[in-house]
Structure formats: C-alpha cells, structure tokens
C-alpha cells in the first residue's frame, strides 16, 4: 500500500493551496481517509477526514469554514483544498486511510495507511 501526497508549497497569509493524496495497493473505495499535520515542535494532530461510503466529512475546529476535503474514487485521490491560509497551519501535511467504518475519525490510531508527508509553509 502506498498513499503519496502531493501540493504542498510555499504561499502568503491569506492564499490557497489544494493537496492531494494518491493511493495504491488497496481498495480506496473501502476506506475512509483522513488528512493529519505535524508543526514543528508539536504532536501530529487532526485535521479533516471523509468517511468510505457516504463522504460524510469530519474537521477540527481550527480549520472548519476554511479548509474542504472531498475525494474522488475513480482516481483513488482524496484532496485537502485550504483557502485563507494562517501561518499557524504551516506543518507537514499527512493522508491516512483506515478501513471502512472507525469509531473516531480523528484519532491517528484508527488509520492503518500513511503517507510521507507534504510540507505547507505559509508566510506571514
């Protein structure tokens, strides 16, 4: 299984940027996938998943109304779309995928798949 991330760059306080994940060696339709991000000196933390079957979409509440994620399974990519970027979400951004169900979404434990990491850095 391999899950590769890719969008991630250098933007201004303020701009966008739409990451994605691609995903290999499994069956994505059958997993939900979650997208994660390590500042550093911090603990890797949560950042929006979308549940395997219905697309339901879960966030932390210091991205809702700023960050959407959404996937399309014929092209087994999930993709982060963050608008209004702060320089409080540089990080390295991580995919996860977990199968089917789990019983909490933000919790990394639950995912059995990740990817390297794409790192975002926003400039103040």
């Known amino acids: 299984v391999q899950l590769v991330e890719s969008g991630g760059g250098l933007v201004q306080d303020g701009g966008s940027l739409r990451l994605s994940c691609t995903a290999s060696?499994?069956?994505?339709?059958?997993?939900?996938m979650g997208w994660f991000r390590q500042a550093p000196g911090k603990e890797r933390e949560f950042v929006a998943a979308?549940?395997?079957?219905?697309?339901?979409?879960y966030y932390a509440d210091s991205v809702k109304g700023r960050i959407t994620i959404s996937r399309d399974n014929a092209k087994n990519t999930v993709y982060l779309q963050m608008n209004n970027l702060k320089p409080e979400d540089t990080a390295v951004y991580y995919c996860?995928?977990?199968?089917?169900?789990?019983?909490?979404?933000?919790?990394?434990?639950?995912?059995?798949?990740w990817g390297q990491g794409t790192q975002v850095t926003v400039s103040s």
């Open positions: 996860a995928a977990g199968y089917r169900y789990l019983s909490d979404y933000s919790r990394q434990g639950m995912y059995s798949y």
């Open positions: 060696g499994l069956t994505f339709r059958l997993y939900s």
């Open positions: 979308i549940r395997w079957n219905d697309g339901n979409t």
